[in-house]
């Protein structure tokens, strides 16, 4: 058997590598899955600008040959058609949400995305501190990091209100829905703030975190919300350990335990097993965004039961299929280390035929007859989900992401806006 | 969306459909000789009228009540009482099709028999309404009156001609539904509450515009009963003013019933070709077209003001939001009150039912009773029941008060899982550090019994602390109550209460 140390590296090795082979080397766009025909997700090119200072710290890859592939990727962004036309790249220095792989044009009528945007941020920013050199390519990567995130005009995004709206469409305006209760945009807020352009106003985020609900369920005392990835995607760069916004100063807790909480509330979901699905247990859990098998209902065992396609579970109000994401567990090492490990074991072992080309699928459904003998497994491999494997695990073994976003100085005034006080700022 | 008002019932057309019965003629009635001068007189024979004419006339008060169309008002006649009735064989016939998650055999051929479900629906109706006929209101020494009254003077209504002397007055003549103003709507015909249950058969294709408690009670009863239902809202969530995660459970629940949802969705126009409407709806950027037999809308409701002569009495209102009142629930005018539909942002009975008797302190005997100090639960009879009391937790932020809540899924009740109704929760909000209860929210099949455990609590000025010294029964649903209360007895039990009591127990 494996030790988990080596696991750990295989599984985070393989991940990487759905950003070496998912890649369009002309433009550094990524595909949003390995499906054929799918497009580039903006999102996804944020997790895989992340993972290159690592994949060089790893040995994986060079710098050299790392600091030219995120060069070409952030041209292609500064380079890229800014406008209202419907099939622009992006707008006010947001980008859509999905952009065709080999034009960069916007494709699926995807929306101008402000979250998939701060993810892409993200990553441009991870790579400017990383790539700190004096070669020609690196000045240029950080030239060109800040200049795409000094063009992003937050306050547009405002539209008036209070808090900003969750994306934009030329077709139609403003999306009808904001961000209403807590959930993965503390990154855009922290983002948003720190604008040296065009930031929001300090109010801003007191009027998102106002909707948050602290809620004591299954004994635990937990700022709610159901998606495991909600608790995951800001920590995959910001060190949240010790550092507290009012908040949570309130609550005398900090996002870092928050995550750790909601960690259990998952294993502790999974016990209780409300629908009685097959496969679920102490050590087999994760309820995410995430692929599903079918946006219809199928009849099981006499039953009949409502399935989704990719969509968001969360526990313990659902949506609940039946649907597990095995990649969820390994997402929050470094909040839980030992019961995220022992679902990891416990899923490749129970279920190895998941683990295609060595990476986990985005989900996988024991309860519904499938394509294997265990069930139903997402085909392929998506994006976000390799991502944010390699980023945690990395966040576990050295906290390399976390170390290097701590030296951002824009997440440092942007968390510093938001109130955040205490530990490392 | 734009809204509109309907014509008062009395001067609106019935829509010429084979659908819908007729409306019942009204019964013979003479109205009686007015007496020298009344404690009090009631405009509007709804439940709120109603319980006022009755409290005042129980205490002795001579009491007149006019009512301009059915006494009983929207509750009995075409609101709570009907679609309660009906909701009920919708759930039975969920429950038939579902047989086998309750270790039951599903019957071989489901057939819903529309006609009989109605049938019982104004069965019950009628047996109701003899509570509130004229004739029994009499014998409690009421002076009922039919007609359309108005203030004709400081001290006077007028009704069917006759002058009516006050010492004070109560406006209770509750609200009509409102109707959005989509072209080609009114010329396609629609339901609303006010006529949807003179139904006689089921429409095949039922769209519901409105996504609040009437809508979503009446999209799933239709869907259950046979109807494939689209449910149209504009807003991104069903009963916008509920907890987020009670509309997703909802949201969740009409879908699995087959009721295609339409969150984030206008309905932009309407165009009727035969017997059948089409209806084009936008969210966003995508537009689609839906094929309906009936159109119900269900956006709000507005207040009964016109044709009352308030202005001649000093009495101040807006068509929006109805007779202005202060937290006694006098109007501009001291002598005059005013209660129910008219005037309240929450319209329910209860609340109209407790405002009442309010009124009749206040009014009769100077009470100085505020409405503000009433505990008013409420609940959308949908499947699961949605109840609240007290504060939200947005309102309990924006007033400053730090709030936690303590949560138990309905999943975790042994009831509920024996009774497999396991969807749901109960929420009760507390100020944290205290056990004082700010209010709660509970989903859960029954919901709209179970939270009356917590409306006594706030009402009474009991804590969480104390209810969790309330013994439930077992196995009950509502010992989710008691559970929330437990779970805030175990943080009590801080560390240093630990290790005190350990070291008190190493004797």
Sequence with gaps: MLSDEDLLDRLERAAFEYFLHETNPENGLVADTNRTGAPASIAVVGFALSTYPIAVERGWITRDEAAARIAVTLRFFWNSPQGEQADATGYKGFYYHFLDLQTGKRTWTSELSLMDTALLLAGVLTASVYFNGATQTEIEIRELADALYRRIDWLWAQDDKSSVSQGWKPESGFLHYGWEGYNEAILLYVLALASPTHPLPATSYPAWTSTYQWENLYGLDVLYAGPLFVHQFSHAWIDFRGIRDRFMREKRSDYFENSRRATYLQREYARRNPHDFKGYGENCWGFTAGDGPCASTARVDGKYHQCFGYTARGVPYGPDDGTIAPWAALASLPFEPEIALAAARHCLTHYPEILKEGRLPSGFNPTLPGNNSHGWISEGHFGLDQGIIVLMIENYRSQLVWKLMRDCPYIKRGLKRAGFRGGWL | ?507
């Design chain 2, 1 to 507: 969306m734009q809204s509109q008002l309907l014509p008062p019932p009395s001067l609106r057309k019935i829509p010429d459909s084979p659908t819908l019965l007729a409306e019942p003629t009204s019964m013979a009635w003479r109205n009686p000789h007015p007496a020298h001068q009344y404690n009090l007189v009631i405009l509007g024979g709804g439940p709120a009228g109603i319980m006022a004419a009755r409290s005042a006339a129980v205490l002795g008060a001579k009491v007149a009540l006019i009512e301009r169309d059915q006494l009983g008002g929207t509750c009995l006649n075409t609101g709570c009482i009907p679609s309660k009735a009906i909701l009920k064989t919708s759930r039975l016939y969920a429950d038939m099709r579902n047989a086998e998650q309750f270790g039951a055999q599903v019957p071989q051929v489901i057939t819903v028999d529309f006609a009989a479900a109605m049938a019982r629906m104004r069965h019950i109706r009628a047996r109701l309404s003899r509570r509130a006929s004229a004739e029994r209101l009499s014998t409690l020494g009421i002076d009922v009156y039919f007609g359309m009254g108005h203030f004709a003077g400081r001290n006077t209504v007028e009704v069917d001609g006759q002058l009516l002397r006050f010492k004070k007055a109560l406006i209770a003549t509750g609200a009509r539904p409102l109707y959005p103003t989509i072209p080609g709507l009114a010329e396609a015909g629609f339901l609303t509450h006010e006529n949807v249950f003179d139904l006689t058969e089921c429409p095949p294709r039922l769209l519901v515009i409105g996504g609040g408690p009437l809508g979503c009670e009446l999209a799933q009863a239709f869907c259950r009963l046979g109807s494939k239902v689209t449910i149209v809202e504009k807003e991104p969530m069903f009963l916008s003013q509920e907890e987020r995660d009670a509309a997703q459970i909802l949201s969740g629940a009409l879908a699995r019933d087959g009721i295609d949802v339409r969150l984030n969705t206008d309905a932009v126009s309407v165009r009727e070709q035969g017997s059948e409407k089409f209806v084009d709806l936008v969210s966003d950027d995508y537009r689609s077209t839906v094929v309906v037999d009936q159109i119900l809308v269900g956006i709000g409701r507005s207040p009964n003001v016109e044709n009352l002569n308030l202005e001649a009495v000093g009495v101040r209102y807006t068509r929006d939001t109805g007779v202005q009142v202060n937290d006694f629930l006098q109007t501009t005018n001291s002598r005059i009150f005013a209660t129910g539909d008219v005037c309240l942002e929450h319209k329910f009975m209860h609340f109209e039912d407790a405002s009442a008797r309010l009124i009749v302190r206040n009014a009769l005997f100077w009470g100085r009773e505020r409405l503000s100090a009433l505990t008013i639960p409420w609940c959308t009879y949908t499947d699961p029941e949605i109840a609240h009391v007290g504060l939200y937790v947005t309102e309990a932020i924006r007033k400053r008060i730090p709030v936690k809540t303590f949560t138990v899924p309905m999943h975790d009740v042994d009831r509920a899982i024996a009774d497999g109704e396991e969807e749901g929760f109960v929420k009760i909000h507390v100020k944290e550090g205290t056990d004082k209860i700010l209010g709660a929210t509970v989903v859960a099949r029954h919901a709209g019994e179970m939270i009356n455990d917590i409306t006594l609590a706030i009402g009474s000025r009991l804590g969480l602390d104390t209810l969790a010294r309330v013994i439930h029964p077992y196995p009950t649903q509502a010992a989710a109550i008691k559970m929330a209360a437990d779970s805030y007895r175990r943080t009590r039990l801080t560390s240093t209460r630990k290790w005190l009591l350990k070291r008190w127990l190493a004797w």
